[in-house]
């Protein structure tokens, strides 16, 4: 079993940057794939990213293409945020599951979940 913790959440103005963290612990493998979602009230909870190691490759919700970057370093997951803007305000959720080659930006297919962490974009 892997659990997740989101660290690095808080508020900016529009135009600003915020770095979130997520530091999974237990037997996460190279082969694993984690990526973030966000729900804002009111909202579904949408996708927002995914790593994949093997293959080495990164996806993105059209929303966020060119402004966030995923990353991965050991057992800790990045998403740089930049331009941030007042429709990015959300909680935002560390996701993961033990899929080899196959991702997805379905939240209900996604078995490990973090608490969360707010990020509130202020225009």
């Known amino acids: 079993q892997v659990q997740l913790l989101e660290s690095g959440g808080g508020m900016v103005q529009a135009g600003g940057s915020l770095r979130l963290s997520c530091l999974a612990s237990?037997?996460?493998?190279?082969?694993?794939?984690v990526g973030w979602f966000r729900q804002a009230p009111g909202k579904e909870r949408e996708f927002v990213a995914v790593?994949?190691?093997?293959?080495?490759a990164s996806h993105y919700a059209d929303s966020v293409k060119g402004r966030f970057t995923i990353s991965r370093v050991g057992n800790t997951v990045h998403l740089e945020m930049t331009k941030l803007k007042p429709e990015d305000t959300a909680r935002y959720y560390c996701a993961g599951n033990a899929w080899q080659g196959y991702w997805s930006t379905r939240s209900y297919e996604y078995g490990w979940w973090g608490q969360g962490t707010q990020v509130t974009v202020s225009s």
């Open positions: 237990g037997q996460l493998l190279s082969t694993h794939v």
């Open positions: 790593k994949q190691w093997l293959p080495g």
